[in-house]
């Protein structure tokens, strides 16, 4: 498959306890990677997480103990959160934060987290 930061398909975490989060966008970290949740933008602060550890695989990929996969035609309730995102960015005009690269890097770049 491919490097987890170049898959422009949608993704979800499935954490050891069942949870399950919608990957909207992934980033480099030196700890591992950062996803972001659609609509993350909207909360003061802005919402990101961090998955610490080496990042294994070529899809699905496991980092740390976390498992990153493409979201399937089984993801019913998922594919359906997904949809509202996407027509969420198709709405939003080409001067929103989301579709601007820059801004998210840089206020991902501000963020803390902890290992």
């Not at 089984?74 to 198709?90: C, P, R």
Request: charged fraction near 25%; hydrophobic fraction near 35%; aromatic fraction near 10%.
């Amino acid at each position: 498959m491919a490097d987890v930061f170049t898959v422009s398909h949608p993704m979800l975490a499935r954490y050891p306890d069942g949870e399950i989060r919608i990957i909207a966008e992934t980033f480099k970290h030196p700890s591992g990677m950062v996803y972001v949740e659609p609509f993350w933008m909207e909360s003061t602060p802005p919402v990101a997480t961090l998955l610490a550890g080496e990042i294994k695989g070529d899809g699905p990929w496991k980092v740390g103990d976390v498992i990153v996969r493409l979201l399937s035609c089984g993801d019913i309730e998922q594919k359906m959160q997904w949809s509202e995102w996407e027509q969420h960015l198709y709405s939003c005009g080409e001067e929103s934060p989301y579709h601007n690269d820059d801004v998210k890097h840089s206020i991902i770049n501000k963020m803390s987290f902890i290992d």
